[in-house]
């Protein structure tokens, strides 16, 4: 069974810094595009930042040179560093994958999500 568990998340001053982890398991033959969502009560989950498997990234607006996403395919792994956090980064993060799996065949999957809190 394929799953991904976020971790990294918590509590943080405006201008701190976070990193957050996804880690993937199961009979995982291939992750494509790997990515970070972020949700807050009452709004649509918005994209945060996304990498493909060669490495090329995009990033939410909002973000852009704040943010880095990286990814270890060895570990199947997707990173999230967070700089210069802001009160409206505040935010439950989602991390999310297009994998090919052995038994699931492919699909996105999604993990359980991790509150950032970005507070004074």
């Known amino acids: 069974q394929v799953q991904l568990v976020e971790s990294g998340g918590g509590l943080v001053q405006p201008g701190g810094s976070l990193r957050l982890s996804c880690a993937t398991s199961?009979?995982?033959?291939?992750?494509?595009?790997m990515g970070w969502y972020r949700q807050t009560p009452g709004k649509q989950r918005e994209l945060v930042a996304i990498?493909?498997?060669?490495?090329?990234?995009n990033y939410a607006d909002s973000v852009q040179g704040r943010f880095t996403i990286s990814r270890d395919n060895a570990k199947n792994t997707v990173y999230l560093q967070m700089n210069s956090l802001k009160p409206e980064d505040t935010a439950v993060y989602y991390c999310?994958?297009?994998?090919?799996?052995?038994?699931?065949?492919?699909?996105?999957?999604w993990g359980q999500g991790t509150q950032v809190t970005v507070f004074s």
């Open positions: 999310n994958a297009d994998i090919f799996a052995a038994i699931e065949g492919r699909g996105r999957y």
């Open positions: 199961g009979s995982i033959l291939r992750i494509n595009d």
């Open positions: 990498i493909t498997r060669a490495g090329i990234t």
